[in-house]
């Protein structure tokens, strides 16, 4: 079954760190981009950060640029968010999903893990 | 608010059609691919459409999009009380050099 699992949400005093893990399993890791997409409380999808599939190109939406660090290891078919500087409206709902279309159609998606920034 | 524009929201009864548009311009629905997506709150978001009018094998043909210049349509034939949900439309938009979805339609059957 092809999957995706993440993990190491919860809840963060503002300017803390976390770092998020996504687990794949099902399919080749290595042959797809993957991305991170989170949708805080009340609030629709939103695009957050994307790996190509050797790890050599990333994009990040304007508002986590130079805070959040997207990586992946294809051996341990597993992608990563390194989130620092964490501020309150990084709170949301966070999913990765695999790129299997052009112009990043996202075909696969975890359930999603919760992250709040609080004081 | 996000550069491709979807209506809030949306109502129809069992059985009906609804089409959700999606707007955008040249440098993002313009020149790529659309892709639809139904969200569920607390789950995971699920893939309708691919590259404008596709549909991944497991979705039903009650599903459909298209895409005409700058906008795109999601169709919803036959509708059921399972199809209440939030539907995005995503795209790469070439100038911005970002992934983006639309602000999202809440879907209403009643």
């Known amino acids: 079954e092809v999957q995706l699992v993440e993990s190491g949400g919860g809840v963060v005093r503002p300017g803390g760190s976390l770092r998020l893990s996504c687990a794949a399993s099902?399919?080749?890791?290595?042959?797809?981009?993957m991305t991170w997409v989170r949708q805080a409380p009340g609030k629709g999808l939103e695009w957050v950060s994307t790996?190509?599939?050797?790890?050599?190109?990333?994009g990040y939406t304007d508002s986590v640029k130079g805070r959040f660090t997207i990586s992946r290891d294809n051996a341990k078919h597993s992608l990563y968010l390194q989130m620092d500087s964490l501020r309150v409206e990084d709170t949301a709902f966070y999913f990765c999903?695999?790129?299997?279309?052009?112009?990043?159609?996202?075909?696969?998606w975890g359930q999603g893990t919760t992250v709040t920034v609080s004081s | 608010q996000s550069v491709l524009t979807q209506p809030p929201s949306m109502s129809a009864a069992p059985g009906q059609k609804v089409t959700i548009s999606c707007s955008g311009s040249?440098?993002?629905?313009?020149?790529?691919?659309v892709s639809w997506y139904q969200h569920l709150p607390g789950t995971a978001p699920k893939l309708l459409i691919y590259e404008n009018d596709k549909r991944p094998s497991r979705i039903p043909d009650r599903f459909s999009g298209s895409k005409s210049g700058t906008s795109a349509t999601l169709g919803i034939t036959g509708l059921q009380t399972g199809d209440e949900a939030d539907y995005y439309c995503?795209?790469?938009?070439?100038?911005?050099?970002?992934?983006?979805f639309g602000g999202g339609t809440k879907l209403t059957v009643l």
């Open positions: 995503g795209t790469w938009d070439s100038s911005l050099n970002v992934v983006m």
């Open positions: 040249s440098s993002n629905i313009g020149n790529n691919y």
């Open positions: 790996i190509n599939w050797n790890g050599v190109s990333t």
């Open positions: 999903a695999r790129v299997g279309y052009t112009n990043y159609g996202m075909d696969v």
């Open positions: 099902g399919f080749s890791f290595g042959d797809y981009g």
